[in-house]
């Protein structure tokens, strides 16, 4: 492990260490960015996310209700800051990271959620993630049966419009289910941010930035046995056999059974022949 990656995964685990109400979303992404950009400045990036609140201010008329401030933030962040979909390059894994999202004005769904959570909790607009599969989107609390699509310019979206835009993107496959509205905690959204750079480093055969990124989603959620599989799995492709036998034996001793098992405990066996060889 780099004294750098030492550095993020450490400041990683005291930023989720704290209950969940009181993990700092913004400043926990930015976390996870410094294992990709070892000299980056969070203060500066925070400072960013601060000027953007700052002007995004000055666009709210006086005495504006909920939706009105909501509108007005996305008004200034869609359309006249222009921060976009990235949906001509979804996979760069940039759109995963908030400082690129910064810079490039680029996003998904998850990460552009974020911007929009933290420009608008400085503005004393809180703001819920909400975890459709697939596609991220945020919601007020107060505001019943409207959705903010920060991916798609941050249109406003009905109950039904997301159930459409759920079925558009399993093509069908998944039936609907009310429990897709339900709010994220943050621990949750942690999560959800590196499952999606897990997949596309997977994607990538990028086994080394993978491992980082599992470490990651382990502080998030020690007691995640398919995390484990998965970092054992992309362990033994790096060579790396003791971290993969440590992970592998724990997960043989969750309980699976089936194929899995029989699969999991050969490589189990592979890798002992390995290690006393």
């Not at 990235?86 to 680029?106: C, G, I």
């Not at 997949?199 to 470490?215: C, D, V």
């Amino acid at each position: 492990m780099t004294s750098e990656f030492s550095n993020t995964l450490t400041d990683f685990r005291q930023s989720v260490l704290l209950p969940d109400n009181q993990i700092d979303l913004g400043h926990a992404a930015l976390i996870i960015a410094t294992h990709k950009y070892p000299d980056l400045n969070i203060e500066r990036e925070l400072g960013l996310l601060d000027s953007l609140a700052s002007v995004a201010e000055t666009r709210i008329p006086q005495h504006s209700d909920s939706l009105q401030r909501i509108n007005a933030i996305s008004t200034y962040l869609f359309e006249e800051i222009e921060f976009r979909g990235n949906d001509q390059d979804y996979y760069n894994p940039k759109n995963s990271y908030l400082n690129e999202v910064l810079t490039t004005r680029l996003g998904i769904p998850i990460t552009l959620s974020l911007l929009f959570m933290e420009v608008s909790k400085r503005l004393s607009v809180d703001l819920v993630s909400i975890g459709m599969p697939g596609h991220l989107v945020i919601q007020h609390p107060d505001i019943r049966d409207v959705f903010i699509d920060p991916f798609h310019g941050g249109i406003l979206l009905s109950q039904s419009e997301c159930l459409e835009r759920v079925n558009s993107i399993t093509h069908g496959k998944l039936p609907w289910n009310d429990s897709y509205l339900t709010p994220l905690s943050n621990h949750e959204f942690l999560a959800r941010m590196l499952r999606n750079l897990k997949s596309i480093y997977l994607r990538e055969s990028s086994y080394g930035e993978a491992q980082i990124i599992m470490n990651l989603l382990l502080e998030v959620n020690p007691e995640a046995v398919t995390e484990r599989r998965d970092r054992g799995i992309v362990n033994f492709q790096l060579g790396n056999y003791r971290d993969s036998l440590d992970d592998l034996e724990i997960y043989l001793d969750s309980g699976i059974s089936g194929s899995e098992a029989s699969s999991i405990t050969k490589l189990v066996w592979k890798l002992r022949d390995l290690l006393s060889a």
